[in-house]
Structures are given as structure tokens and as C-alpha cells.
């Protein structure tokens, strides 16, 4: 972008600088620390110039706004034709309880709906099981049978609204209950809209929740993504999901590079089950965490877009822009979240949804500033969405396409970024042997992924604890005393309610229905059938989420993580 003789009468003018103007400043008050880098440990210069983005070509690195690669955002007028979808997280307690804050949040001015399940929905058990006591309603609500999705939507037009769901191991349960749904309200199929994140592979990398191996669990998620591809086609069957893998500790590239390492796993699946490229890949989308390091987080995002769209073209031979955009949520980072001065947390949260909002996402959920301590208050959850709001109407930032183009720090953290990504990538392929998919399945059986995000993870815990690393209020700035914050207990009678309403709909229901859906859904299992039309089929009849997991478990057997990874 800039001639040689530019580019030496820069590095002049520098070297004058340095000289004549920096030195004597830093030899009278030198700098606050001897070294500066992101929250992932990446050290950035003290001032960006035309040399360091020397080698960016703007066509191929850059481009403009909605063409590949993407770099400047998927859309050509991005939030000025219309903002990111508002997306606040909610689910606590029974679906009566969760309805009711839907219907709040939708009053509010959120624009799109998303799902939190308790711990026993997400691990695909029913309320009854014995490893549920205690967990009823507790992190989300309880959904045992289309009865729970039933009485959870009242009153909302699925037609006409998006709403995501948060689950992974039984994800298949919760979209064949959205279908049925979708068919009792007489809403075409075509028409329903959200996304399901349903992000096996992440699960054992990161998040650790599971029922059935590793290659069984990847089929049923390319079942899902078939389905969606003739059922369901403005409704994303999968959310590759980076987000919980910087929950775990991961730093900003490696979160980047596994979630994309896992997309690329489930399109070379799908291309092997003979699905073409160009149908399936605009239903895959994206769901990445936004950490404290503005700068970081932006060039995240640019560079992901950018990994993204040239390997769909170059590996897999996408040639669309539908199957080249990476579209993605953001959520602003848990992990950054204090106990110690919660309010804190509405700057760390502003400043995050900031970086997602320059760095181009498509939708965002910002937390609530009282979840380090219990589920989000209501108060809490207006503050987090009037956040939003506030950057959208206020702010400007929504105002100009990638405002952050051609900062000459944004650039050169971007091609950083990118460089750091691919490296990661093709470790993984080689691992598979020139596939990404069988590297990922590879890489969790060694144990690669697990030991990568716990070095990062206790790098960053020690900086935190020699000081290096300031947390406000927790290392430095701290006070005396505990929160005084209210927060939302979800009451024990929560799971009364629940069981009640599990036991009526049992008795109520035709078991013999049942039971000759749970035999079909085990024989489509058996010959290698989709099995999606099977569990709708099953979830119509009020099978529960544990009956329908349980068939899964017979045919594949439970999974347990390698022992000594470490």
C-alpha cells in the first residue's frame, strides 16, 4: 500500500522520532511496565506505522465490505441496514417461570430469543433420574417433553420469531421438539428460524458434556445438519462454538483456530455423507467469545473471517458467498466476570460488546453483571441489554462499516492473527493426515486440544497471581466486605413442579405410541438411517429427553475421557 521511498522516509522519521522525542521521555519517567501484551499474552508494539502493514495487499487481505474475504465484515452495509440481533440468554426454573422472562426481554426490546437448559437437560436426562436431584431448573430450565417446549413458547409465534438453544448432547432432542412445535402452531417449517449450537466436537475439547463417543455423536450432528438442509432452511442446525473453548483458558488464536479446526470438520463430514458444499455450508454458523483485549478481539474476528472464506474456497471448493461468510454470535466473556465489585462488570462487559460490534458480529448476548455470583437478575439483564442498546443508538460504532480498517495496529494484530490461526489449522490437518476432521477426532483422543488450552489457562492464572496481569478489584483496586447484591435464587419448589408435570404427562400419554417410536428411532440408529424424522416422530408421542437418550446409549455406549491426558 506504500512505495519503498514512502516506506523510507517513514522509517526515517521513526528513527528521528525514537531519538529526539521518545528517548528522553522514557530516560526521565520511563513506562508504566517493561512489557505490554492482550489478556492472551500476545505483545503488542508501543506505536504501529505504515512498516508493519508494508506487505497487506488490499484487495486480496482486505477487500470491501460484504465480498471475499470477508475481512471487513459479511454484509455491505452491516448495522447500518439494520443492528445485530439483541440476543440476551434466559432459562431458569420451570418453562412457566422462563416464559415469563421472554416475554419481558421481548418488551424490552430484545430481538431474538435464547435458550439456557438445566444441567440434566443438557446431559440428555429426564427430571426423575437420580443424578438430577439437586439440579432441577438450577443453570436453566428443566425440559423432559414437548409438554416443557410447549408451555416455554405459549404465547410466542414461533413464525415469527429467532430463537437459539444453548445444548449439545441431546441437541437433537431439542430441535425435534422445536419441529413439533413449528407443526402444532402450523408454522411451515421453512419459516422457523434460530439456531441450534449443538457443537459436539467443542464439547470434548472444552466443555466437557457428553453421552455417546466422539464419531457416533459427529453423525447425529451431520443428521441434524441434512435435516435442517431440506426441513428447516433458515434454521442453523450447529453453531460451531470457540466460546467455551476461551471459557476454558484458551487464548484468542487457539479459540479462533480450533472453532474454525471444528467447522472444517463438519463440512469434510457432510461432504463424505454427499451433501454439496454450496447447501449445507450457509446453515453452519459461528459463536465466539469477546474477552477484555479490545484491539485482540477485533482482529479476531477479521482474521476468522478471512481463514474461513479462503479455505472453503481453496480446500473444499466453495464458490458462493452464502458458503464462503462466517457468520457468527458473540457472547462478552463469563470468564471475565468478578464476585469481588460486581458492578465492575458492566465495563468489562461494555468494552466487550464494543469489540464485537467493530469486529462485525451478527448477534450478541452481553452478560448480566451478577453472574459470577447466581443467574442474572432482571435488573441485571436490562442493564446488560440497555449495553447494547446504548452502542447501537449512541455509540456511532454502528455507524461506519469496519471502522477499524487500516488502523496500522489493527492490521498488523489481524495478519498476526491470521498467521497464528493457520499454523494451528495445519497442525491439526497433519494430525489427520491431510483430513481436518479425522486431526480433530485425533487430537481429542490424545488428549492434543486438553493440554493445549490447560498450559494457556495456567499461564495466564500465574501472570494473574505475580501481578503481571491486573484484575480490577480482585488483584489491585480491591475493597473490604462482600457484594451487596441481590441476586435470583431459583426456589426448591422449582422441581416439585417439575416432576409433577413429567409424571401427568407420562400417565397421559400412549405408551405404546411411544414405545413404537423409541423401536423405529433404534432401527433407523441401527442401519445408518437419519435420524431425525425418528426422533420428531418419538418427541410427538411425549417420549422424554431420557427415554429417546437412552436409545442413542444402547447403540454407541457412553463415553469416558482418556485418563493421565495431561
Excluded at 459461528?286 to 479476531?300: D, M, R, T, Y
Excluded at 433407523?524 to 425418528?534: G, T
Amino acid at each position: 500500500m506504500f512505495d519503498e521511498e514512502d516506506l523510507a522516509e517513514i522509517r526515517e522519521t521513526r528513527e528521528e522520532w525514537e531519538e529526539e522525542t521518545l528517548d528522553p521521555v522514557l530516560e526521565a519517567h520511563g513506562e508504566r511496565k517493561d512489557r505490554f501484551a492482550t489478556v492472551s499474552n500476545h505483545e503488542v508494539d508501543r506505536v504501529y506505522t505504515p512498516e508493519d502493514v508494508a506487505e497487506l495487499d488490499y484487495d486480496e487481505d482486505l477487500g470491501m465490505p460484504g465480498e471475499p474475504p470477508y475481512t471487513r465484515g459479511v454484509y455491505p452495509t452491516m448495522y447500518r441496514g439494520r443492528t445485530w440481533t439483541m440476543r440476551q440468554f434466559a432459562g431458569f426454573g420451570t418453562a412457566e417461570e422462563t416464559n415469563e422472562r421472554f416475554h419481558y426481554l421481548t418488551e424490552q426490546g430484545q430481538t431474538g430469543l435464547s435458550t439456557a437448559f438445566d444441567m440434566p437437560s443438557l446431559m440428555g436426562l429426564d427430571s426423575d433420574h437420580p443424578m438430577s436431584e439437586g439440579e432441577i431448573g438450577k443453570e436453566g430450565v428443566a425440559v423432559d417433553t414437548l409438554r416443557d417446549m410447549e408451555v416455554l413458547f405459549d404465547g410466542i409465534d414461533i413464525g415469527e420469531v429467532s430463537t437459539s438453544f444453548t445444548i449439545n448432547p441431546s441437541a437433537a432432542v431439542i430441535y425435534a421438539m422445536y419441529v413439533a412445535l413449528a407443526d402444532q402452531q402450523g408454522v411451515p417449517r421453512e419459516q422457523i428460524r434460530g439456531t441450534l449450537q449443538n457443537d459436539m466436537l467443542k464439547e470434548f475439547i472444552a466443555q466437557k458434556e457428553w453421552v455417546i463417543p466422539p464419531e457416533p455423536s459427529l453423525d447425529v450432528v451431520t443428521d441434524t445438519i441434512e435435516f435442517a438442509v431440506e426441513q428447516t432452511p433458515k434454521f442453523y442446525p450447529v453453531s460451531v462454538s470457540g466460546y467455551h473453548i476461551r471459557e476454558a483458558g484458551s487464548t484468542a488464536a487457539q479459540e479462533a483456530a480450533f472453532t474454525l479446526a471444528d467447522g472444517f470438520a463438519y463440512v469434510e463430514d457432510c461432504m463424505d455423507r454427499g451433501l454439496d458444499v454450496e447447501e449445507f455450508a450457509p446453515l453452519l454458523s459461528f459463536f465466539f467469545n469477546s474477552h477484555n483485549s479490545i484491539f485482540e478481539e477485533v482482529a479476531k474476528f477479521r482474521a476468522s473471517r478471512r481463514v474461513w472464506s479462503r479455505l472453503m474456497a481453496d480446500w473444499y471448493g466453495a464458490e458462493s458467498d452464502a458458503a464462503r461468510r462466517l457468520k457468527f454470535h458473540t457472547q462478552t466473556a463469563g470468564q471475565s466476570l468478578t464476585a469481588q465489585q460486581p458492578l465492575n462488570n458492566v465495563v468489562r462487559t461494555t468494552i466487550q460488546a464494543l469489540a464485537g460490534v467493530l469486529g462485525g458480529t451478527q448477534s450478541l448476548h452481553t452478560n448480566s453483571y451478577d453472574e459470577a455470583l447466581a443467574l442474572p437478575s432482571e435488573d441485571a439483564v436490562r442493564v446488560a441489554l440497555r449495553t447494547q442498546q446504548i452502542i447501537a443508538e449512541e455509540s456511532g460504532a454502528a455507524d461506519i462499516v469496519d471502522p477499524l480498517a487500516g488502523s496500522f495496529a489493527v492490521e498488523t494484530l489481524t495478519d498476526e492473527m491470521e498467521a497464528e490461526i493457520v499454523e494451528y489449522i495445519e497442525e491439526i490437518r497433519e494430525m489427520g493426515e491431510g483430513s481436518v476432521r479425522d486431526g480433530v477426532l485425533e487430537g481429542i483422543d490424545q488428549g492434543y486440544f486438553h493440554r493445549e488450552i490447560q498450559e494457556a489457562s495456567y499461564e495466564y492464572q500465574q501472570r494473574v497471581d505475580r501481578g503481571e496481569e491486573v484484575v480490577v478489584g480482585v488483584n489491585e483496586y480491591r475493597t473490604e466486605g462482600e457484594p451487596d447484591t441481590e441476586i435470583l435464587k431459583v426456589d426448591d419448589e422449582v422441581s416439585e413442579k417439575q416432576l409433577d408435570r413429567l409424571e401427568r404427562v407420562k400417565a397421559e400419554r400412549d405408551d405404546d405410541a411411544v414405545e413404537e417410536t423409541l423401536d423405529a428411532l433404534s432401527d433407523a440408529i441401527e442401519s445408518d438411517e437419519n435420524v431425525m424424522p425418528y426422533v420428531i416422530d418419538a418427541v410427538k408421542t411425549y417420549a422424554t429427553m431420557g427415554e429417546i437418550m437412552s436409545v442413542f446409549e444402547t447403540h454407541h455406549g457412553q463415553y469416558s475421557e482418556r485418563i493421565g491426558l495431561a
